[in-house]
């Protein structure tokens, strides 16, 4: 029986990876920074007939990880996959309107809190001859315009999992980066507490740049858009296939989407593109 550890598993991806792995009959370990809200989770498990063990894990405390691996080895003897899944979307707002510190949070959770779990599950990696999935996006391969700090977290997992995967495949570790598009019916976005009208009174000098991105968004600024369970889908086949590749898109839009990027070797195409985001439409 495969021993799957998930990050960030109170609502959405992780949430709908949880059950399904543990559908798929995978010993399940949902991790979880706050065990008070866990309530999602249960009723989800309870619905599904499935068993999952709630653990505490926070992505940004190395204590908390070795605890949380430490009790499942104790526990199962073994850790098989670990899925990086836990985000946070703090940082829509340009540079200059954003504060430092909602940057170096940013990048604490979303890059750093990426390779801290990844350090800590490797060696039970190796023993096992397991795999670390990893949960990437698409802005991670074409910057979003007011979301430079998100992009730029995800640019960098990128970057080191693409560094890393020739090396530890050595030792018999796959690593796998599941790239969704837009994800609607998540809480990833609204955890970030923002609104139309707080991200404008915050712009300052950039609000009339910024209003019509918001219209673009508005208007379509979601194609392609898949549930949480469509994404967990892909990442559960990420878990179990024998040999999947390293980079998994997860909708034929992410595919086509990511290809712009892959084949833009001047940015000429990408910056045309996110730059039409920017402009206003009459009428």
């Known amino acids: 029986m495969t021993t799957v550890l998930i990050t960030g598993t109170?609502?959405?991806?992780?949430?709908?990876?949880?059950i399904l792995a543990a559908g798929a009959g995978c010993q399940t370990i949902a991790t979880v920074r706050d065990v008070g809200r866990t309530e999602e989770l249960r009723k989800a498990a309870a619905d599904a007939g499935v068993q999952v063990d709630i653990q505490r894990l926070d992505v940004t405390?190395?204590?908390?990880?070795?605890?949380?691996?430490?009790t499942v080895i104790d526990r199962y003897g073994v850790l098989d996959v670990l899925v990086n899944n836990a985000?946070?979307?703090?940082?829509?707002?340009?540079?200059e309107t954003c504060d430092m510190a909602r940057y170096r949070t940013n990048l604490e959770v979303n890059f750093f809190g990426v390779v801290?779990?990844?350090?800590?599950?490797?060696?039970?990696?190796?023993?096992?001859?397991?795999?670390?999935?990893?949960i990437g996006s698409t802005r991670g391969l074409i910057g979003q315009p007011f979301n430079e700090g998100y992009s730029a977290a995800k640019f960098a997992v990128e970057g080191f999992m693409e560094s890393l995967a020739p090396t530890v495949a050595r030792m018999g570790v796959r690593l796998v980066l599941v790239e969704p598009g837009p994800v609607l019916g998540s809480r990833f976005g609204a955890n970030s507490g923002v609104t139309r009208e707080s991200l404008q009174r915050d712009a300052g000098v950039y609000a009339d740049v910024l209003e019509p991105y918001l219209d673009w968004v508005a208007r379509g600024g979601w194609p392609g858009a898949q549930s949480p369970r469509e994404v967990a889908q892909v990442v559960l086949h990420a878990i179990t296939t024998p040999e999947p590749a390293f980079r998994i898109m997860t909708s034929e839009w992410a595919r086509d989407y990511a290809a712009t990027r892959l084949a833009d070797l001047s940015g000429a195409a990408v910056t045309a593109m996110t730059s039409s985001w920017l402009d206003r439409v009459e009428g």
Not at 11 to 18: F, K, W
Not at 87 to 95: E, L
């Open 10 to 18: 109170s609502s959405g991806i992780g949430l709908q990876t949880a």
């Open 116 to 134: 801290a779990t990844t350090k800590a599950a490797l060696p039970h990696l190796r023993a096992s001859r397991g795999r670390v999935v990893t």
């Open 61 to 70: 405390d190395e204590e908390s990880i070795n605890a949380c691996l430490d």
């Open 87 to 95: 985000g946070h979307a703090n940082t829509f707002a340009t540079i």
